[in-house]
Nanobody
Framework: QVQIVESGGGLVQPGGSLRLSCTVS?????????YTWYRQTPGKQRDWVSTIGPGNPAWTNHADSVKGRFTIFRDDTKKTIYLRMNNVKLDDTAVYYC?????WGQGTQVTVSS
């Protein structure tokens, strides 16, 4: 089994910053896996946000809607994936989920509001 715990969500003003964390444990070789952040708002499908691969340096990819504002990175010593969110917008309000090998966390709420 794989356990995923997201954290770091909260209320942030437009233009502000936030850092989400995704800590992974269980039956997985952390350094070899590909990790992805998704987000979802009520009544809508879950959308892809960012992905990071293995290796050093690790390859990354971001959705156009967050490119240049969000950065995904990893700390293998802490078995944690991060999503740094800068210059957030109202449309970034969502529950953010971390996924690896089909395993999902419970999500962390991000609310952008003035």
């Amino acid at each position: 089994q794989v356990q995923i715990v997201e954290s770091g969500g909260g209320l942030v003003q437009p233009g502000g910053s936030l850092r989400l964390s995704c800590t992974v444990s269980g039956n997985i070789i952390f350094t070899n896996a590909v990790y992805t952040w998704y987000r979802q708002t009520p009544g809508k499908q879950r959308d892809w946000v960012s992905t990071i691969g293995p290796g050093n340096p690790a390859w990354t990819n971001h959705a156009d809607s967050v490119k240049g504002r969000f950065t995904i990175f990893r700390d293998d010593t802490k078995k944690t994936i991060y999503l740094r969110m800068n210059n957030v917008k109202l449309d970034d309000t969502a529950v953010y989920y971390c996924e690896v090998d089909g395993h999902w966390g419970q999500g962390t709420q991000v609310t952008v509001s003035s």
